[in-house]
C-alpha cells in the first residue's frame, strides 16, 4: 500500500512475481501476467521469472499499436491483451483519434460496419483480445458482432500507416503524483514509445 507523501523506490519485480508464481504453484490461479510492462520490462522479468507471464495487458488500437512490444510477445508466447480498444476518452481524447480516423472510417464503410468495430476486429486479427466497456447496451451489442466478419487481409498492412498517439490515462494519472516509482512516461516506458 503506498501512503500519500511516501516516495517509492523502483519496484521489487523479482520478489512479486515470486509471490505471483506461488500463487500459480498452489492452484490458487491458472496463469500469471503483467500490466503496462515494456520489451525491456519483460525482458527483465524473464531473466529472474520460472514461469513465462501469460499476457501482457498494455493500451492497444489502431492509434497506438506498440509493434516493437507486439513482436517481442510473439516472440516469447506472451499474449497481448488491449485495454482501452477505442482509444482513451482521458487526456487527448484518443476515442476521437481513433473513431474519426479517416482510414478506420473508411474501412468500416467498404466493409459495412462502424469505425468502433473495425478498431475491435483489427486487435483481434492482429491476434490480441479486446476489452472494450460500455454500459450501453446497444454498444455492448455492437462490440460483440466483430466474430463472423474479417477485415479484409490487403488492408491490414495500411492500419501501421496510421499516425500513433498513447493516450494512456493510467500512466499519466501515475506521472502525476508525486510517490510513483516512475517520474517520467520515459522511464516507465524505457524509451520504447
Known amino acids: 500500500m503506498v501512503v500519500k507523501g511516501e516516495n517509492l523506490?523502483?519496484?521489487?519485480i523479482p520478489a512479486t512475481w515470486g509471490?505471483?508464481?506461488?500463487l500459480y504453484d498452489s492452484g490458487k490461479a491458472k496463469a500469471i501476467g503483467v500490466s503496462n510492462f515494456s520489451a525491456n520490462k519483460l525482458r527483465d522479468l524473464l531473466e529472474?521469472?520460472?514461469i513465462t507471464p501469460a499476457v501482457n495487458q498494455v493500451e492497444l488500437h489502431p492509434?497506438?499499436?506498440q509493434p516493437q512490444l507486439h513482436e517481442f510477445c510473439d516472440s516469447k508466447g506472451i499474449h497481448l491483451s488491449g485495454y482501452s480498444p477505442l482509444g482513451s476518452q482521458a487526456g487527448e481524447n484518443v476515442r476521437k483519434k481513433v473513431l474519426d480516423n479517416p482510414f478506420v472510417k473508411w474501412v468500416a464503410q467498404e466493409v459495412g460496419k462502424s469505425a468502433a468495430q473495425v478498431a475491435l476486429r483489427w486487435g483481434l486479427q492482429m491476434g490480441h483480445s479486446v476489452l472494450p466497456k460500455s454500459i450501453s447496451e446497444a454498444r455492448l451489442k455492437e462490440n460483440l458482432d466483430v466474430i463472423n466478419w474479417s477485415i479484409p487481409q490487403e488492408l491490414l498492412p495500411r492500419f501501421s500507416l496510421i499516425e500513433q498517439a498513447c493516450s494512456n490515462s493510467f500512466i499519466c494519472f501515475m506521472l502525476h503524483i508525486s510517490y510513483g516509482a516512475y517520474r517520467t512516461m520515459e522511464e516507465l516506458w524505457d524509451g520504447e514509445i
Do not use: L
Not at 509471490?19 to 506461488?22: L, S, T
Open 9 to 12: 523506490t523502483q519496484p521489487d
Open 19 to 22: 509471490a505471483m508464481e506461488a
Open 48 to 50: 529472474v521469472a520460472r
Open 63 to 65: 492509434v497506438w499499436q
